[in-house]
């Protein structure tokens, strides 16, 4: 909301100022164009930039790039691919903006598919594409293509600015390939290393299970007086919850108010984590119900898990029901509570829960997965068939299925009928 305001601010600020350029007579003048079309991009106001652009005779790549960024910045891809499409010249900004819009859409494929076009006849990719290049091999777990991204960068001899490197490392560290990531890491000179790099390792670190690497890296960081911020502490809680750290996270969780950080949503969420993941479930329960923020979907999951996990699923119903509360057009919500009903036997009020889901119009959203061979992403939705080779998928799948549980019983039975359901 805080940032909706500004934006506002901003935007009230900026008509005043348009107002004043078309008084005074410069409304024609491009340059003059090109900066209000940016203004209005970022201030979201995409109609109000458009109007600028289709109103120009004298248009120029600053002109056409400012309004494909502003299409991409608001998220309208569809528009921003045909406004790239109808460019009459591409530069490594073009390329790069609709490559960026793509990444922050969350349409990591299209992305890539957008980076493969350019290497063969675009320009050379600059700092600002491999950053985002990187960031959509990260989402992705594409392994092979982040190392295909990494040749890239040094056989077109770009500058390893600190920046890439720091995506780089982060590409590796969400790829699963820790090693790697740290190999990054130790090329940058520690007089060298900011805040950001720091945070990519230790989280990096922190998700793989590394929990004493990732506090001893923590105690190297202080050492080089680099001051951590609210994400240092979130990867230092994660970190204690894959480790087990209960005394540590407390440690650091008080450690945001005595920098003077208030706690944020986040931070309680994880602190949730790690009581829940080490089995502190009461410990849990009474933390949560003493946040002063507004209770999330995060803390209550994790509180969720944990309740599952050990089999405490007095408090896990109770859980599972605020939950319906705080997200009832969440399908997850209805069938993680079915579930732990399924669990305990309970088939009746597993049914009304799937029942109740359905009469809210609450539909289930397919399962999906990415998986990486030999360079290539192959996206896998439950019950699709449409991978040419989805017959021998399934053949095997089937197979696997068998051999892990070769001797399930009529319980065991019901339940595996309602997890795949929600495969």
């Known amino acids: ?21 078309a008084k005074s007579g410069f409304e024609s003048d491009r340059f003059i164009i090109n900066s209000l079309i940016h203004m209005y991009a970022s201030c979201r106001d995409i109609l109000s ?47 790069s903006s609709l490559i960026d819009g793509y990444v922050k859409s969350g349409e990591y494929r299209e992305a890539m598919a957008l980076f493969d076009r350019m290497r063969y006849v675009g320009p ?14 990260a989402h992705l777990g ?36 820790i090693e790697e990531a740290l190999a990054v890491f130790d090329t940058v000179p520690l007089n060298k290393t900011d805040v950001l790099i720091w945070n990519a390792v230790i989280g990096g670190l922190a998700t793989h299970g ?53 706690p944020k949503a986040e931070h309680y969420a994880c602190m949730v984590d790690v009581l829940a993941r080490a ?5 849990a329960y009474r933390f949560v119900g003493q946040i002063p923020t507004e209770q999330t979907a995060s803390m209550l999951g994790a509180l969720l898990n944990g309740c599952i996990n050990h089999r405490r699923l007095d408090i ?18 209805y069938i993680g509570l079915s579930n732990i009903y399924a669990v305990v036997r309970r088939w009746d009020e597993a049914k009304v829960m799937r029942a109740a889901m359905e009469q809210r119009g609450v539909k289930k959203s397919p399962g999906l997965s990415f998986v990486e061979i030999a360079g290539t992403v192959h996206r896998f939705v439950a019950h699709d068939k449409t991978h040419p080779s989805s017959e021998d998928i399934y053949v ?21 009928l309602y997890n795949l359901e929600d495969a």
């Open 396 to 416: 095997m799948l089937q197979f696997i299925v068998n051999q892990v549980r070769p001797d399930a019983d009529q319980e065991n039975e019901e339940r595996y």
């Open 210 to 262: 590394f929990a004493e690497d990732a506090l001893r890296l923590f105690d190297e960081m202080q050492r080089t007086r680099i001051k951590p911020d609210e994400i240092t502490y979130l990867c230092l809680l994660s970190a204690c919850a894959h480790g087990g750290l209960v005394h540590e996270a407390w440690y650091f969780f008080e450690c945001l108010d005595k920098r003077g950080m208030a």
């Open 49 to 95: 930039a458009s109007k600028m652009f289709d109103g120009m005779t004298n248009r120029n790549s600053v002109s056409w790039n400012s309004m494909l960024d502003g299409y991409a910045k608001c998220g309208d891809m569809d528009s921003a691919r045909a406004l790239f499409d109808s460019m009459p010249e591409r530069d490594v900004v073009s390329w």
């Open 316 to 333: 896990a119903e109770i859980i599972g029901r605020r939950l319906i509360e705080l997200d009832p057009d969440h399908d997850g919500r």
């Open 1 to 21: 909301t805080q940032k909706a305001v500004a934006r506002l601010e901003e935007l009230e600020h900026g008509v005043s100022i348009h107002a004043h350029i």
């Open 279 to 283: 089995g502190c479930l009461e410990e």
């Open 142 to 177: 594409a392994l092979e293509k982040g190392k295909i991204m990494h040749r890239y960068l040094v056989e077109n001899k770009l500058p390893m600015t600190l920046v890439l490197q720091t995506s780089l490392l982060d590409m590796y560290a969400k790829c699963g390939a």
């Open 124 to 137: 050379k990719a600059n700092e600002v594409t491999m950053v985002s290049v990187l960031c959509a091999c």
